[in-house]
């Protein structure tokens, strides 16, 4: 989806930094972008977002070439069948589905709000779906990690987030959840599943998915015309309540709290 998102921008005029973490891929999109004369439009920047250190690589790299930022649009994810530990000490889903979306809209915020015209942040991830929770006790998922655990607590991180980043920046930079839905996109989140769930996994989405362009759509309706109101939650085109109780405000604030203090203290995690 990001891919789809970055060469219709480029279509539609806008000036698109694409970001991941395999280079060949990066190749791919150019060479995609060269081939339809948008070459001139994207530039592909490597960086693992699973880190800090690679997402602070793609902060330091806007800030040095770009005044402003109209849009920012949080698309990484990549499933894993055991667990990860980063080199920072998290779990590898809630570094890099969650932690990079809260460090790059807290950090690009400067450059989101330094234009005249309104900016928007857009964070796809799962928002109106209520399984999953926050295990406020073992965020790192030490002792019950398993795949569909971390990619449902990541998607209620990443629900909190939008609210917590609303309440404090949504009047200058409105924040947008948005559920694609079972989407025929890429197979990033799926590389590490085994080669026969994969196949059927595939199988399922050629009948039963939404096409890419499809599901991205609204994604280009918010970035040409950002939402006034602070937060938008919309589920496979549904708005979501703001009142449901995967959006509440008190977990929302605890959360920022507790991301703040895992980023700062330097320590490394203990929850
Ligand atoms: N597809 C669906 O059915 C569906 C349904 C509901 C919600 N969603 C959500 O929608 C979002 C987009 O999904 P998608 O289907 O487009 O995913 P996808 O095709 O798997 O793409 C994920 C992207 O994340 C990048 N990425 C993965 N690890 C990275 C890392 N360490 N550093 C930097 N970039 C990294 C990948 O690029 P590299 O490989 O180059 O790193 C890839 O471009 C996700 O948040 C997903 O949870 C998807």
Known sequence: ?????????????????????????????????????LGDRVRFLAADLSTIKGTEKVLEYVAAEYETIDALVLAANRQSPKRIET????????????????????????????????????????????????HWDDLQLRDRYRTITAQLQAGRANDLLGVAMAAQYGQQVPYVLYHPGFTRSGDSAMEQINPLTRA????????????????????????????????????????????????????????????????????????
Do not use: W
């Open 1 to 37: 989806m990001g891919r789809a998102v970055v060469l219709g921008r480029a279509d539609r005029g806008d000036q698109v930094l694409a970001v991941g973490s395999h280079p060949a891929k990066g190749d791919r999109l150019l060479a995609a972008a060269e081939a339809t004369d």
């Open 200 to 271: 059927l996994i595939k199988t399922i989405a050629r009948v039963a998915a939404r096409p890419v362009e499809k599901a991205i759509m609204p994604v280009h309706d918010f970035i040409e015309a950002p939402p006034t109101q602070p937060l938008t939650a919309i589920d496979r085109g549904k708005p979501v309540p703001l009142d449901l109780k995967t959006l509440d405000p008190d977990a929302a604030r605890r959360l920022a709290d507790v991301t703040a203090c895992l980023i700062n203290d330097g320590s490394r995690p203990t929850t």
């Open 87 to 134: 080199s920072d000490g998290f779990e590898s889903t809630f570094a890099l589905y969650y932690l990079s979306r809260y460090l790059l809209g807290h950090g690009l915020m400067p450059t989101l709000v330094a234009g005249t015209r309104r900016s928007v942040i857009v964070n796809i991830a799962g928002v109106g779906l209520t399984s999953g929770r926050i």
